[in-house]
């Protein structure tokens, strides 16, 4: 799936992009820019993310990011 912007507002979860909905197991969301409180990504290439707290998971590639609290997938 490729977009410009996602942001999320605190109350919505978009459980998709956690790996949990079969639709987003294959391939990869390509976003500019992922913007919300609390966020878990896999297999999400972005340019920028932006928010609270962000878990990064497997087969991420992030640009830039402006996290105030950070988890990460280590292989």
């Known amino acids: 799936m490729n977009c ?17 909905n079969d639709a987003f197991r294959i391939g990869h969301l390509n976003a500019e820019l992922i913007e919300g409180e609390d966020n878990r990504l896999k297999n999400t290439r972005a340019a920028v993310v932006r ?12 640009g830039r990011r402006n996290i ?8």
Request: charged residues 30%; proline residues 5%.
């Open 51 to 62: 928010g609270g707290r962000v878990h990064i998971g497997k087969g991420c590639s992030i």
């Open 4 to 20: 410009h912007s996602i942001r999320k507002p605190r109350s919505e979860r978009l459980g998709g992009f956690k790996g949990d």
């Open 68 to 75: 105030r609290r950070l988890s990460a997938h280590i292989p």
